[in-house]
């Protein structure tokens, strides 16, 4: 049965119906869950359903379910593969003691490690709303997660980048030309990745074959991925492609991941198919996976929960599959659910200290679309904010404009930007490749060399030149 909550503050006794209905409103504000009318009705309710959730022991997460565990996989999956003996040093806190100590200089790297295993999504969820900002980077930043395919993503001191080089029609020329831009700004360590605008298996195998004969003439210690969905990345799979990574967009419940198309057992297929191709070099992390708060409400499967916990709740599915990268696309849904750069900032910070805390590879696409009050100034906040929170990689694109998704991101200048001014570094084996392809200098710091790479500069020279008009 749901527990009742309530608070007594001053004379007024505010009462929650259950735990959902509290975490709902303990979110700071957001549209998407005034969109879903879970928001709380002011900023005294807010704070008090806040202080009342600071009181709740961890342990009742265990024991209330947010979604029903006999109707949803992803509950099955939290609840059968808690560690209990990971939660046994955090076993006696609540919720505003969890977040007192991961603030204090007792929650060390090696001990957060330790306890990851033990912490739940909505526990996560649950102390993030007790977080201010700084708080959210704060720990984030003291938690160390790495992966490795054909390089070592997530180490401290770096921050690597997803070249994403689509294109409106899937034109190759366009394709290699938006890869070799960023390349030559040192992009393109976390995967080269590609949104293919026509979605079939056809064209998924294609788009990989391309991206394999560019890694595999120059070398470069990366790995590509074609972002479509996981059934036919299986059938590209078995038609001999070269595939690095398995890809798909997930949600924090079974009723979300259903309507994108799949359940857990279908990933777990994808996962064996692609190891089985033993295609890493330093590593066997082959999954990626995108999310993004708002995605539960859109397919109307948040079961009356906030986003903010519905995008934790998917980060459960991420951790099962030990991918090499997950990101949540942040400000991608629209202001339906995040209505302006404040609103995007606060979930993009929540999003990576969650993932991390849980012991995920975190990214982040730090984004807007245009009818959202933000810019990209907001953008730039963001993507500083993440470099100091220990963000294992954000987005490359051109000139920060997608032009086949119509969205803005993250520019090859901005993660230029972002390492220069924060002092991080490309992935190792990436790292050394750039260098020895004299893209960068052998001196300190990211300084580009002022001559196009000897490379790729007799490449180029022996395209065909077209005839020129006056």
């Known amino acids: 049965m749901s527990t009742q909550y309530r608070y007594m503050l001053g004379n007024t006794i505010y ?5 959902v209905n509290l975490m709902a409103k303990a979110t700071p504000a957001r549209s998407g869950d005034r969109l879903a009318g879970v928001i ?8 008090v359903a806040q202080m009342a959730l600071a009181e709740l022991p961890l342990k009742t997460f265990l024991n209330e379910a947010l979604v029903p565990y006999e109707k949803d996989e992803i509950t099955r999956l939290i609840i059968d593969s808690h560690d209990l003996s990971a939660f046994a040093p955090i076993a006696h806190l609540t919720v505003g003691d969890f977040r007192n100590w991961l603030l ?5 790297p090696g001990m957060l490690a330790s ?49 994403q080089p689509n294109h409106p029609t899937d034109d190759v020329n366009g394709i290699a030309a938006s890869m070799l831009d960023g390349l030559l700004y040192g992009s393109g360590d976390a995967v080269i990745g590609i949104n293919p605008a026509t979605d079939n298996v056809a064209q998924t195998v294609k788009l990989l074959k391309l991206m394999d004969e560019v890694i595999q003439k120059y070398a470069i210690p990366t790995q590509s991925c074609v972002l479509t969905h996981v059934t036919n990345t299986l059938e590209a ?17 079974e009723a979300t991941n259903s309507s994108f198309g ?11 198919a692609a190891l089985s191709l033993k295609r890493g070099t330093v590593g066997s992390n082959v999954m990626y996976f995108e999310t993004g708060q ?3 409400l859109s397919a109307n499967a948040h079961h009356g929960l906030d986003q903010q916990t519905c995008e934790a709740r998917a980060y459960a599915v991420a951790r099962r599959f030990d991918p090499l990268l997950i990101n949540t696309v942040v400000g991608f849904i629209g202001p339906e659910y995040l209505f302006d750069g404040k609103e995007i900032i606060r979930a993009g910070l929540e999003d990576h200290f969650c993932g991390k805390l ?16 933000a810019d990209q100034n907001d953008m730039d906040n963001l993507l500083t904010l993440l470099g100091v929170a220990g963000c294992s990689f954000i987005m490359g694109i051109p000139g920060s404009d997608d032009i086949m998704l119509n969205y803005q991101t993250t520019s090859f200048h901005d993660a230029l930007y972002a390492r220069r001014v924060l002092g991080l570094a490309a992935a190792p084996e990436f790292e050394g490749w750039l260098r020895k392809m004299a893209i960068f200098t052998d001196g300190p710091g990211h300084i580009l060399n002022d001559q196009l790479p000897p490379a790729f500069s007799n490449l180029l020279a022996r395209l065909p030149r077209g005839n020129h008009h006056a």
Do not use: W
Request: with cysteine; glycine share 8%.
């Open 237 to 253: 799979i078995e038609l001999g492609a070269p595939v690095d990574l398995v890809f798909q967009s997930i949600g924090g419940t």
């Open 15 to 19: 009462h929650f119906r259950d735990l």
């Open 104 to 108: 204090s200089d007792h929650a060390t």
């Open 294 to 296: 708002g995605s539960a």
């Open 358 to 373: 849980l012991g995920l590879p975190m990214g982040c696409d730090v984004c807007y679309t245009n009818h959202a009050e």
């Open 115 to 163: 306890i990851r295993d033990g912490v739940t999504p909505e526990m996560a969820a649950a102390v993030s709303k007790l977080m201010r900002n700084q708080d959210l980077i704060l720990v984030a930043k003291k938690c160390h997660v790495s992966s490795a395919f054909r390089n070592t993503i997530g180490l401290p001191g770096h921050l690597s980048t997803r070249l």
């Open 262 to 272: 799949f359940d857990l057992s279908i990933l777990a297929e994808a996962q064996e």
């Open 40 to 47: 709380a009705d002011s900023a005294e309710e807010r704070t």
